[in-house]
């Protein structure tokens, strides 16, 4: 038997046992990742990993449940929390931002970005349903920016000078972010995003064959699991979500399984 129904991200109790840091977040995953081969393979004897790792995102935009995409930052977007100043290095990882995101008052932020990083960002499917869902605001400079945003004016100004600066090659960020590709440029573009639980990562352990594993290492007769039942390759926390870390154990995982069963029993 393949355990392959996925972890536990839309059972709120176990998302709040193992990863409490991004619990009262958005889930954006399926209904159906209720943690059912977690409570299978435990029931049978199964060993446990990397129960608090899961896949976050920083930038769900809040009035259309839509993904902004971490593109806006990677070409220099920042974002800004509702007392209107940055909070930290946003190039950490959009998994790694979504609980700083969650830290802030409200667990909310905007995403600010210019006309040449929302062009840049057109090619994602994501991005552009963000867009023509209407949730970006565009002003002319900054004190239009705190306008259409509702942020602080005196704060926003000093973000948008300050990030500009940096992007220029001069001082220091105080968060240690050494990457913003270039300035920002009015008009500045902006949108309401909010933290997201997309799938947890942990799981049930197993071995080069997604055989399940017993606490002594030994293997569950004829019990197998892949993707997000299984712990698979998966790192502690948020960061233990690398891009592609959640559909290759899917694929990997399945795949060894047949590999392993068609070589120990014989093609049926
Ligand atoms: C918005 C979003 C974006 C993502 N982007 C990426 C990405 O870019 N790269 C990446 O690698 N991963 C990404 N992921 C994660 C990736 O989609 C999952 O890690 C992957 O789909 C897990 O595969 P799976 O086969 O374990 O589970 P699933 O694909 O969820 O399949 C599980 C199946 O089991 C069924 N099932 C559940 N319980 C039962 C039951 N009790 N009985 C019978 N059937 C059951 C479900 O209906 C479902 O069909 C993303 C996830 C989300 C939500």
Redesign the pocket.
Known sequence: MLL????Y?ADPGLVARHCPEIADAVY???E???G??LR?GSALGADTAFLDSY?G?AALAQKSAT?VGWATVMHGGYMLDLTGRRFGDETTGYSEYAAVLATRPDATGWLVFDRRVHDACLPFTDFRQTVESGGLVWADDAEGLATATGLPATEVAAEVAATAALARGAGTDRFGRTDFEAPLEPPYAAVRVVP?L??T?GGLVVDGSARVLRPDGNPIPGLYA?????AGISGHGASG?L?????????GL?FLAADHVVSTEGPR
């Open positions: 392959a129904t996925n972890g991200g954006h995953g399926s159906t990742s209720r059912d081969a299978i896949q995102h993904l997201a997309f799938h990562q892949s993707g997000g039942a299984a979500y891009a592609g870390n959640g559909l290759l154990p899917a694929l399945a």
